[in-house]
């Protein structure tokens, strides 16, 4: 294995409590010769000392500015808007493949500093299977808050906990009705995630992916009381919801949950709102009469810290000793390089291998 230095940076957003790489598995790295430094943060759901006792290496949070140049930086979620210039290598979810807002901002970044974006999203296998995802999880707490709202016990702010603790809210109680249920995208990750959320909770959803949707019966959708969306759309395709569908009288759809949130997105297979929801205020009222409620909230996975963060790195720390090897990291440097090249920027300025 060529000898590889791994900057676990902290999360500037807030409400992120996940990490790509939790101790146990910067433990295995560490054993087998990777430098590991993890920087300090008061929010990780794992403690500084858990990766300390690994053998992992400390720095201040927001030290990956000044690492060393031959270091890949690696995080989840966004990068704050400051250096200008991005000279390393980084790992996480950029978001920025697209057209999404704020993606040519984020590669002109990485072309002006040499560096370049290993995109978590496209670390994928031969055949175009992900490598590492919180698909399931997603789709879960995508489930199981929408099933909350309905039921009128969905309260703000939201606090990560546990999942024990969620299935005790999440469990049928007496007085509850029965409601129907609409999973898009139920063979995926996050569709099984949803799916599994929803036997908590007692409901039986109906189930669509890719042959319910080729010929999408709409009055059909609108006849549930509870849809949640899983889709992954990588090519444009006609949209689930309409405006025009958020108006028929007949609709009888009452809770929207977009796990997806391609918001901002051509791609967007739910153009019927233009800002996503959070921690603070999960639901938006996207209609009053009949009322429908919108819950598109971009890091589910982060209500489940613990859990979603121990599933991902297990997948994430097999792929990592083989990190300057081709194969699924060269895809992802193609993939930046080609987005970069869309933008017009030559690859001598967008990146280094």
Not at 263 to 282: A, H, I, K, Q
Not at 303 to 332: H, I, K, M, N
Request: charged share 25%; net charge negative.
């Amino acid at each position: 294995m060529t000898e590889l230095h791994l900057w676990l940076r902290h999360e500037a957003r807030t409400t992120e409590r996940r990490t790509p790489l939790v101790p146990s598995d910067a433990r295995r790295l560490v054993e087998a010769g990777v430098t590991l430094t993890v920087e300090r943060s008061p929010q990780r759901i794992f403690p500084i000392e858990e990766y300390e006792a690994a053998g992992c290496g400390v720095a201040p949070a927001g030290s990956w500015v000044s690492a060393p140049d031959d270091a890949v930086i690696l995080g989840l979620k966004e990068l704050p808007d400051e250096p200008a210039e991005l000279p390393h290598r980084h790992i996480f979810f950029g978001h920025a493949y697209k057209r999404q807002p704020g993606a040519e901002t984020l590669l002109r970044r990485f072309a002006a500093g040499g560096g370049a974006l290993l995109d978590l999203e496209y670390l994928v296998d031969d055949d175009g299977r992900r490598l590492a995802a919180f698909g399931f999880w997603a789709g879960y707490l995508g489930a199981a808050l929408a099933v909350l709202q309905h039921r009128g016990r969905l309260a703000a702010p939201l606090t990560p906990g546990s999942k024990e603790e969620l299935d005790d809210r999440l469990r049928r109680v007496d007085g509850d009705e029965d409601f129907t249920a609409l999973v898009v995208g139920a063979l995926g990750r996050s569709g099984r995630g949803a799916r599994v959320a929803f036997q908590v909770a007692g409901i039986d959803p109906t189930c669509w992916d890719l042959a319910e949707t080729r010929d999408l019966d709409r009055p059909a959708l609108l006849a549930h009381d509870v849809m949640v969306n899983a889709v992954l759309a990588t090519s444009p395709v006609p949209p689930f919801l309409r405006e025009e569908d958020l108006d028929d009288p007949a609709r009888r759809l009452r809770t929207l949950c977009d796990v997806t949130c391609d918001v901002g997105s051509p791609l967007n297979v739910l153009p019927v709102y233009d800002r996503t929801t959070d921690w603070d205020e999960p639901v938006r009222r996207l209609r009053k009469e009949p009322p429908l409620d919108l819950i598109a909230i971009d890091n589910l996975p982060s209500l489940l810290p613990r859990e979603s963060s121990t599933d991902f790195s297990s997948a994430l720390v097999l792929q990592l000793p083989e990190f300057s090897v081709g194969g699924p990291w060269g895809r992802c440097l193609d993939r930046f390089h080609q987005a970069c090249r869309e933008l017009g920027v030559t690859e001598g300025e967008s990146g280094n291998d």
